[in-house]
């Protein structure tokens, strides 16, 4: 699995941002280069493009007329494209870059202002978002900036105050999911882009700060992490169900932090068997992958492929887990996983650590898919063990 390399090119040495397609289709990062035959940075940043649809991956570089700012943030796209949003004077740009012959084309496609835009992960169906932060406003607008009507970036409704993060809760790109920052506090709410309303998604206790890290539509499972319980520990819920969040004692190893990377796919009705992903970092820099199921009270442990590009991790329906990375011997490859063998029966809901009853409450409505969705919040309730 090897890189198409032109001898005498300026050579990849650290890469970051790596996001991968919500089809798997390809991915985009920034590439730091340095000169031939030279080991440390110096070549500036460019954006690099992975096909990762064929036989083998293979990156093209996508250079502009000088080097991107480390705060350059890019996307990929279905057709091939890769959407950057660049940070000019008082505004946002956003482009689209694409291979022209030797050269990089670039479609620019209009410009955002606020105190901070960020591009959202992406989207099902092909579209992307950005979320745009007003200060003075104290709000956050969605904007869809790619597959619009006129070609040009379209408001689709505003949230009050600060949002971060963003999770799509179905397969049709209607639900969103976001951190919002509001009177100190941050809590995770869905947001409807079609009627453009806001629900309570995570409301754990009054105190907590409570984020949504991973969500996967065809279980309803959602992995998110909050300080309900005193510290930051990482917890996990059914979306659209009465089932409480809990946050076993799997997840909670001394001097590891973990993050969730991907879940398994297809297993409809079924949170508990689904697998996760989860990247392992300690102090210094070493990191591991563990495979964990809701339904076991254990970690499976794998080594990680060498070069491993954050936490990026694709899972296709009926494939196995994939995680992209860049050695010497391999400057472009995708390391595959099969999940671990049998499980046993899923756990008692109080077995698996502290739980948080779900009450039920009006839900936002959600378009036909694979399963249809509701969103009812995770709301305070006492603690239990």
Do not use: N
């Not at 955002?112 to 978002?129: H, Q």
């Not at 790109?173 to 995570?202: C, F, I, Y």
Request: aromatic share 6%; hydrophobic share 40%.
């Amino acid at each position: 699995m090897s890189a198409l390399r032109t001898a005498g090119a300026p050579r990849t040495v650290r890469r970051s941002g790596f996001t991968i397609a919500a089809d798997g289709s390809y991915a985009a990062c920034l590439a730091e280069t340095a000169p031939p035959g030279g080991d440390q940075g110096g070549g500036g940043l460019l954006v690099e493009r992975w096909t990762l649809g064929g036989p083998e991956p293979y990156a093209v570089p996508l250079p502009g007329p000088q080097p991107e700012d480390p705060g350059a943030q890019v996307l990929p796209l279905a057709d091939g494209r890769v959407l950057i949003r660049r940070r000019v004077a008082d505004r946002w740009d956003l482009a689209l870059l694409y291979p022209s012959g030797p050269d990089t084309g670039e479609l620019p496609v209009g410009s955002l202002t606020g105190s901070d835009v960020r591009l959202l992960p992406p989207a099902p169906g092909g579209a992307a978002y950005t979320l745009a932060y007003d200060e003075d406003a104290g709000s956050t607008g969605v904007w869809r900036v790619h597959g619009t009507a006129g070609g040009a970036p379209e408001a689709v409704m505003t949230v009050p105050g600060r949002c971060t993060g963003g999770v799509w809760l179905d397969r049709a790109g209607r639900l969103l999911a976001v951190d919002r920052e509001l009177d100190g506090r941050t809590k995770a709410v869905a947001a409807d882009l079609h009627t453009g309303r806001t629900s309570p998604l995570l409301q754990i206790t009054d105190d907590s700060d409570d984020r949504l890290l991973l969500a996967e539509p065809d279980s309803g499972l959602l992995l998110l992490r909050s300080d309900a319980t005193g510290e930051a520990r990482l917890g996990w819920g059914v979306l659209g169900s009465r089932r409480p969040v809990r946050f076993p004692d799997a997840l909670r190893v001394p001097g590891v932090l973990l993050t969730p990377v991907a879940a398994q796919p297809g297993q409809i009705l079924m949170p508990e068997a689904s697998v996760v992903a989860l990247r392992a970092e300690v102090p210094g820099g070493a990191e591991s992958l563990a495979l964990w199921r809701p339904g076991e009270r254990r970690l499976h442990w794998r080594a990680s492929p060498p070069g491993w590009l954050g936490a990026a991790g694709m899972w296709l329906p009926g494939d196995e887990l994939r995680l992209p990375y860049a050695a010497r011997d391999c400057p472009c490859g995708l390391a595959a996983y099969e999940p671990p063998a049998g499980w046993p029966e899923p756990v008692a809901a109080a077995a698996a650590g502290v739980v948080v009853h779900v009450p039920r409450t009006r839900a936002l409505p959600a378009p036909p898919a694979r399963r249809t969705w509701c969103v009812l919040p995770l709301q305070q309730a006492p603690l239990a063990g």
